[in-house]
């Protein structure tokens, strides 16, 4: 009888179905679903300047990469996962020692002017990145003047590296600059050149236009590239136009100036969500929010009793700051690895806001508050109290205020020291003379997640191990896993550091920011996955198109 009823009700609904698409047919409509056409304008607000557009001098610039984006090819692209893609490289492959690069280039890349692009275009741009004038970060520069290329014909070459590597591949994403153009330039020379203004890249669009208005730069116009290797882009012209914040840049969109806006910013997220017309893509942005301790301060010799590191990362109410201070645009981290990357351990248990629980942990680690009914615990005349230097901006401040608030709800007492980023690591981290700090774990332009640099032991005196770490097991996965080459040890490697660090808990993460994008509804085929730069938003840029008008999912048939 169950298996007969079964049967009844599923031809019930399948007449159902039937029937209703069979009235839809005799009222005249049809479902429309929107396929690409190619052709069309999109307009972006850009929030930024432009400075100069060539990929060597765009480090300084968000927006003058965002368009070096679409104007130069890299080798190499990573996914939402962080894993390395072909971009202008076709194939490569790496030597069992880890020491060899082998690229071959896609046969059919050219330059906007015609000319193939080369292995030669590689080893020079390279050239430039490692020249001692270069704008690059010192380390940078150092890092490149190591590296040895050896084109081994127009569209083969060989990276040698000094010694293995394994995050080498985060380096490869720099736009490919053209040799037959600036090749017999001096460093000097390329910085002033003209090349700045006009470039000519192999990218996906090529460059149109600067727009001028009262004799000031106020926007550049790029034309698709229908020589492009890959599939060519569906949208004809892409127009930025800058604006010196999200709040101008969203008036822009309100009188119809641009369809999208590059960076929704907090003081405009809640209108922008409540309009209509527009799209909102987010992504977690490159950075963890954490709270760093002094491990090594006997100070603050309280920090090296994991059950109190622990009950304060249990004391807070992470989700609450996310809701107030970043009006609902984060998500709580609980490893210093981003999330979605190959390297995160989903397995890992979250440590949720328990207030009892923190509790509890104190008590059990003899911390107590005194019989006169002292706010602040002890144990053996110890005081839960200690220093938290933070950046002296509105949202790293608000945040300290309620960690702050939160940790005296444990009898945990916690002084606040604002201070400028820059003095905050130079002044309190790099000489260790801070107790606890707020900072940002920036990975911008950095997939490969390498915890090597935090966590290392080797790394507490001249490194970035500003919490004094001292973990042989954790650093001997740490210095395997930077010199691997098979993705799947790597893996396992991080897996089990992770473990160890969310049993220890050497620092406490906080949250992951979010970056938000926002598009007008007339434009489909954007997806946005991990961001590890603005520009990654431009990932498949080949599939946006623009909308054909029409008056919602149902249209009458004619």
Same mark, same amino acid.
């Given at each position: 009888m169950r298996k007969i009823r079964w049967q009844i009700i599923i031809i019930l609904v399948t007449g159902l179905v039937i029937g209703v698409l069979l009235l839809s047919e005799q009222a005249g409509f049809r479902i429309i679903r929107p396929a690409p056409t190619r052709g069309g304008v999109y307009a972006e607000a850009l929030i930024g300047g432009l400075?100069?557009?060539?990929?060597?001098?765009?480090?300084?610039?968000?927006?003058? *990469?965002?368009?070096? /984006?679409?104007?130069? $090819?890299?080798?190499?692209? #990573?996914? $939402?996962?962080?894993?390395?893609?072909?971009?202008?490289?076709?194939?490569?492959?790496?030597?069992?020692?880890?020491?060899? /690069?082998?690229?071959?280039?896609?046969?059919?890349?050219?330059?906007?002017?015609?000319?193939?692009?080369? $292995?030669?275009?590689?080893? #020079?741009?390279?050239?430039? !990145?490692?020249?001692?004038?270069?704008?690059?970060?010192?380390?940078?520069?150092?890092?490149?003047?190591?590296?040895?290329?050896?084109?081994?014909?127009?569209?083969?070459?060989?990276?040698?590296?000094?010694?293995? #590597?394994?995050?080498?591949?985060? %380096?490869?994403?720099?736009?490919?600059?053209?040799?037959?153009?600036?090749?017999?330039?001096?460093?000097?020379?390329?910085?002033?050149?003209?090349?700045?203004?006009?470039?000519?890249?192999?990218?996906?669009?090529? @460059?149109?236009?600067?727009?001028?208005?009262?004799?000031?730069?106020?926007?550049?116009?790029?034309?698709?590239?229908?020589?492009?290797?890959?599939?060519?882009?569906?949208?004809s012209q892409f127009v930025f136009r800058y604006y010196s914040d999200a709040k101008s840049a969203y008036s822009a969109?309100?009188?119809?100036?641009?369809?999208?806006?590059?960076?929704?910013?907090?003081?405009?997220?809640?209108?922008?969500?409540?309009?209509?017309?527009?799209?909102? %893509?987010?992504?977690?942005?490159?950075?963890?929010?954490?709270?760093?301790?002094?491990?090594?301060?006997?100070?603050?010799?309280? @920090?090296?009793?994991?059950?109190?590191?622990?009950?304060?990362?249990?004391g807070l109410? *992470?989700?609450?700051?996310?809701?107030?201070? !970043?009006?609902?645009?984060?998500?709580?981290?609980?490893?210093?690895?981003?999330?979605?990357?190959?390297? %995160?351990?989903?397995?890992?248990?979250?440590?949720?806001?328990?207030?009892?629980?923190?509790?509890?942990?104190?008590?059990?680690?003899?911390?107590?508050?005194?019989?006169?009914?002292?706010?602040?615990?002890?144990?053996?005349?110890?005081?839960?109290?200690?220093?938290?230097?933070?950046?002296?901006?509105e949202i790293h401040t608000e945040l300290a205020k309620r960690i702050r608030d939160d940790w005296a709800r444990l009898g945990v007492e916690v002084t606040l020291t604002a201070v400028p980023y820059d003095s905050l690591v130079l002044d309190y981290l790099q000489p260790l003379t801070y107790q606890a700090a707020l900072v940002d774990l920036d990975f911008s332009r950095s997939p490969d997640p390498d915890p090597y640099p935090f966590w290392d032991q080797a790394q507490q005196s001249d490194g970035q191990n500003y919490s004094q770490w001292e973990n042989r097991v954790v650093s001997e996965y740490l210095e395997t896993a930077r010199v691997s080459t098979d993705l799947v040890e790597r893996s396992k490697l991080y897996r089990n550091f992770q473990v160890i660090f969310s049993d220890e808990l050497p620092a406490l993460p906080l949250l992951y920011p979010v970056y938000n994008y926002a598009v007008d509804k007339g434009v489909g085929g954007i997806r946005i996955g991990a961001m590890y730069d603005t520009c990654n938003r431009f990932d498949n840029i080949t599939q946006w198109y623009l909308l054909a008008k029409a008056a919602g999912h149902l249209q009458e048939d004619k």
């Open positions: 400075q100069r557009l060539n990929p060597a001098l765009d480090y300084y610039n968000n927006a003058d *990469r965002d368009i070096d /984006y679409l104007l130069f $090819s890299s080798l190499i692209r #990573f996914d $939402s996962r962080g894993l390395p893609q072909p971009e202008l490289a076709d194939s490569w492959g790496i030597s069992v020692d880890g020491l060899s /690069y082998n690229f071959e280039l896609n046969p059919d890349a050219v330059w906007h002017d015609g000319e193939p692009v080369t $292995s030669e275009d590689v080893a #020079f741009t390279i050239d430039v !990145l490692s020249d001692p004038d270069s704008v690059l970060p010192e380390n940078l520069k150092e890092f490149w003047q190591k590296i040895e290329v050896i084109p081994f014909g127009e569209k083969s070459l060989q990276i040698r590296l000094p010694e293995p #590597f394994a995050p080498f591949m985060d %380096y490869l994403t720099f736009g490919i600059l053209p040799k037959h153009i600036l090749g017999g330039l001096t460093y000097d020379e390329i910085i002033n050149s003209s090349f700045n203004l006009q470039p000519i890249g192999s990218g996906p669009y090529r @460059f149109d236009h600067l727009i001028v208005e009262n004799a000031d730069v106020a926007g550049v116009v790029l034309s698709v590239n229908t020589d492009y290797y890959h599939e060519p882009p569906f949208i969109y309100q009188e119809g100036m641009v369809q999208g806006i590059s960076d929704v910013t907090l003081d405009v997220i809640n209108t922008a969500l409540s309009d209509q017309n527009l799209s909102i %893509y987010s992504s977690i942005q490159p950075k963890i929010m954490m709270v760093l301790l002094n491990l090594n301060d006997s100070q603050v010799s309280i @920090f090296q009793e994991k059950d109190v590191r622990r009950a304060l990362l249990m109410n *992470r989700q609450r700051m996310i809701n107030e201070v !970043l009006m609902g645009q984060g998500i709580i981290a609980d490893m210093p690895i981003l999330k979605n990357n190959w390297a %995160y351990y989903e397995a890992n248990p979250r440590l949720d806001f328990d207030i009892q629980g923190a509790t509890n942990l104190l008590k059990g680690a003899g911390y107590v508050l005194n019989a006169d009914k002292e706010e602040v615990r002890q144990k053996d005349g110890v005081s839960l109290s200690f220093n938290l230097v933070h950046p002296d901006d």
